[in-house]
């Protein structure tokens, strides 16, 4: 790995979109400048230059503009379009450029929790019966069992779950479908709820190099929504939620699970998998996150490696060495 090399940094700043009009949820997935600033500084320290680049408007600019660098470190979730995280990884594609992360084919297929639910399913790994609704018309024909859970198909950091998520009958369901459907303006999931205990399970690598950070089980303190991790619980998670490290049986079984459908799905250099538990104690595949959050304090995999003692900068060195390592030692093609 030359750290005599320039690192490029993609991402959605929150602060700019709120500049320009758009709400606190609309914007819940972006990045803080706090952030970017200890993504930058971990690089800093590594030993690498940085440049700010920005979402991917500002990409398409720099790239016209003849910029190259070495390594993209992307955490650009984009804005528009149910592909909208894969706008980057693809761009830098073209351009022949290495980045961190996982490429567009894979992001595509984990963004959009329907299409990664049938892969996972197809692979033999365990996960609850769904569906994906357009409208809520199509709420009369759902063939699955009540209590159900639904979300957006396409989202992040828990935009769109709240407490009409959970619902208990055909009228409930109607009445979120329409609701999910109408603020996020996208199709909706169905799935059998699944009442057991929920984990995240963080890992970095890529391949059979992929290894298990730990294993954070999510558990709801008294006042929170208790039906899931919502974007309330999410957003005063240190008033609602209580993260744990867990390494009981049912807790390996989530992370073996969860490493298993990572190298399968073809994921790249650090994420997280979701996944929670049925009646029976067995762990279902929820959902991966391939961009993960990288708030220092906020975002899940930091405070999973807090909880485990490992450092911020040792978990950005994890990820840039994998990228690092699978792209050949960061080397730009000509294009």
Do not use: C, M, Q, Y
């Given at each position: 790995m030359d750290r005599n090399t320039v690192i490029g940094l993609t991402y959605d700043l929150?602060?700019?979109y709120q500049m320009l009009g758009y709400t606190l949820e609309e914007t819940a997935e972006f990045d803080s400048d706090s952030?970017?600033?200890?993504i930058e500084e971990s690089l800093n320290i590594l030993g690498f230059k940085t440049e700010r680049i920005g979402n991917v408007k500002d990409l398409v600019t720099s790239l016209a503009e003849g910029r190259r660098w070495s390594m993209v470190f992307n955490i650009a979730e984009g804005l528009l379009g149910i592909g909208r995280e894969s706008q980057v990884p693809a761009i830098l594609d073209a351009y022949g450029i290495p980045y961190t992360f996982s490429d567009p084919l894979v992001t595509s297929i984990c963004f959009h929790k329907g299409?990664?639910?049938r892969f996972v399913r197809d692979a033999g790994f365990p996960t609850t019966d769904f569906e994906v609704l357009d409208s809520a018309d199509e709420a009369d024909s759902v063939?699955?069992?009540?209590?159900?859970?639904?979300?957006?198909?396409?989202?992040?950091t828990s935009k769109g779950i709240d407490a009409s998520s959970k619902v208990g009958n055909l009228k409930e369901l109607k009445e979120s479908v329409a609701k999910k459907i109408a603020e996020c303006r996208q199709p909706v999931i169905v799935e059998t709820y699944l009442p057991g205990r929920e984990f995240t399970v963080g890992i970095t690598g890529t391949g059979q190099s992929a290894k298990i950070v730990g294993v954070l089980e999510i558990l709801y303190k008294d006042g929170a929504e208790q039906n899931g991790y919502t974007l309330i619980n999410k957003e005063r998670y240190e008033e609602f939620v209580e993260y744990?490290?867990?390494?009981?049986d049912e807790a390996m079984t989530a992370a073996d699970t969860a490493l298993k459908i990572w190298r399968k799905l073809g994921c790249h250099?650090?994420?997280r998998v979701d996944l929670r538990s049925d009646a029976d104690g067995i762990p279902n595949f929820m959902e991966v996150n391939t961009l993960p959050g990288l708030d220092p304090k906020k975002s899940d995999l930091p405070i999973l490696c807090t909880k485990k003692g490992i450092k911020y900068l040792s978990l950005i060195e994890a990820i840039i060495e994998s990228a690092f390592e699978r792209t050949g030692g960061g080397k730009v093609n000509k294009v």
């Open positions: 929150r602060s700019h952030t970017i600033d200890a299409v990664a639910k063939n699955l069992g009540f209590p159900l859970f639904i979300k957006p198909v396409a989202e992040g744990r490290l867990a390494d009981d250099d650090g994420g």
